[in-house]
């Protein structure tokens, strides 16, 4: 069966890579890159991912990045996926390649037209021609989510895992041995690790499960409900390991202490909906966008694909299929509209529905409800429907002149200048559209495999031709403009962090020194940073403040010839013609001793007291409720290990003393001094603190955070359970057809 459906759909499948080839044509012709302005795939996810792979190489697997701000739980910010199988291939390479990043980032298109195709053909629920399951294909796959979420691969995994989890579901549904594949599909689906997209896909699924219950028979009803509710419960066990560590991560972000009357999130506007006509309305994208946010998603799946999806509409309204289309689509449709709408405003107090306030995001829900309506509008291009399609032409006609002759009224609510001309251009290309539209129904009337045809080349033309250049742009005529500061800066072999000016961030991100393989005390603006520590660094005043001393910045990167201010500071190297480097003197080690504490109340306090311009924190502490020292002493310290999980050093002191490693304090965190527990103190404000006893001590701090673990553990039980489960079904099989055994 599955060597005959490979040979079978080889080819449409190969003709699905092909258009997600021809759609990148800038990155392979024009050697473009993706997305505008490097977006979160080169922001937050690469340097990640270049850690990530480091590490993997040298046989230790990375629950913590050194890397950004003091220190970040990876592990625990799903965003990252390095529990998400996609991005596994990147992991075998270090450093990792720039064009497989660009493949990662383009591959769940593919994924995503490959399992819409492959449902749209073999569902119970739709059996399609293969003309009207590429058309749903290249519908979905092409449209405005995936194009504007090319920067956020995460995102577009999620997505790329919901039509084979509708296959899945629905054979699971049906057969107890499809319930391992259906159980992994979901887990999947959660493991892409965008939060939102996993939810609104988790939620699509729920429906679909939901209409695969009903059944003449109670019993066969009650029967797909246990596999299904089984399915989902194993697929909640898998992501525990990613899950866990997500949800004790999620309270410390600034994403999770944004209070409620701040979440002002997008929602699909009711005026948007001109966007699902043509996308150039209201722009798309960084360029050409004139909204509040350059890319919020417009639902767009193409004009022709919209059209279809009428006639689909029209020509199925009595089929079940239709009415789970019209189910899904209404119901996404609704949510996107967020406190506009009729549902949000009942979740937004739930537990994830209160984060995921941008609510416009759930329109790639309706986008694929709209490209299965246009499936079956393209299935319905035969003879037997003659007489709709004739009428489909002519509404596509009427519909054509409106928007030629109407164009000047539709654009009075669009700002003058480049963007009305663009909205007006887009309203012409729209009329166009409409008028091809109605030439190829026609001539699928009379010819319905021509039609067939025309329309499916029609819509590949028209989304390739206004998606391709959205996201994309040409590189930098310099690819390597501070090849010679990074040869300065790794000429010093010490320990150290290099910060960037607020100034330059512009010219050199974070993000890209992380990758080039520096500790950088700055985020790279997620929103799932670590509140704590984005705050303090952010309230520190001046770079010769002595709050700002505690990150150990021994580089600072400023503008040419700018001054980052404060004593101690000065230029070291000022060749480049863009940037210049300089010296902190007064920045403090990555490890110190200190012998006079300064105890407070809480956080708060503390960071108070920290960032006190009279605060001395070579010589003092500021602890939570922690030792009371007021003493003196002398100590020589050594670093035995630094890594992502494990620290190792070798502490001689004088008297009784604080040890102070400049990594963020977070849960998961243990000390061990000569192999015994000890407290870990939280030490001026975010930061790790030791007391240790005079005399030479072996420290050793390791993250072994319990959330991973006991995460780890229920997945463990759910693969038992899973291999199992498999076993049984195989001795049954084994015993319903004894001629497969084996004779004495």
Sequence with gaps: MKRRLISTELAPLLALAGVVLLFFWPVWIAGYTFPQGGGDLWGQLYPVWTYVAEWLRRGIFPLWSTRMMAGDPIIAEAQYGLLNPFNWPLFLFSPIPEWLVLMRAMFPLWWAGAGLYLYLRYSRLWRLRRSAALTGAIAYMLCDSFIIHLGHPQFNDAMAW????????????????????????????ILSGHGQASLYSALAVGIYALWQLPARDLRVAMKRGGRLFLAGLLAALLVMPMLLPGLERLPYTVRGQTPEEARSGAQLMLSGLIDFVTPLYHGRGVRGSWLGWARMETGYMGLTGLLLAGLGLATGFKQRRTWFTLLLGGLAYAYARGYDGPL????????????????????????????????????????????ALRYGAVICGLLGAGLWLGAPGWLEAVPGGAPRAQALTGLRLAAMLCAGSALWLLLGSWRPTLGRAGLLLLLTAELVALGALVETEARAATPEPYADALAFLRSDAGWFRIDIDAAARGLWSPAGLQADGFDVPQSTGNPMDLQSALQFYWSIPDKGAPAYQLFGAKYIIVPKDAQPGGPGIW???????????????????????????????????????TLDPAFDPQHTAIVEQGPALQGDGESTLEVRAYGPNRAEFVVKTSAPGLFILSDTYYPGWEAFIDGAPAPLIRTDAIFRGVLVPAGEHHLTLRYRPAAFRVGLGLAGAAVVLLIGLQLRLKQERASLNPANSSSP
């Excluded at 790639?364 to 299935?379: D, I, T």
């Design 162 to 189: 919901l039509p084979w989890a509708f296959w899945a579901v629905e054979g699971a549904a049906r057969r107890r041995r499809a319930l391992p594949l259906a159980a992994g599909v979901l887990a999947l689906i």
């Design 344 to 387: 949000y405003p009942h979740l937004a107090h739930l537990p994830l529905f209160s984060e995921s306030w941008r609510t416009v995001r759930a329109v790639f829900v309706l986008s694929l409800a709209l490209a299965l309506a246009a499936a079956l509008g393209m299935q319905a291009l035969d003879r037997s429907h003659r007489r």
């Design 571 to 609: 230029p070291v190297y000022t060749d480049n013609p863009w940037v210049d480097i300089h010296l902190n003197t007064r920045a403090l080690n990555r490890v110190w001793m200190v012998y006079a504490t300064q105890n407070v109340a809480d956080t708060g306090a503390a960071m108070l007291a």
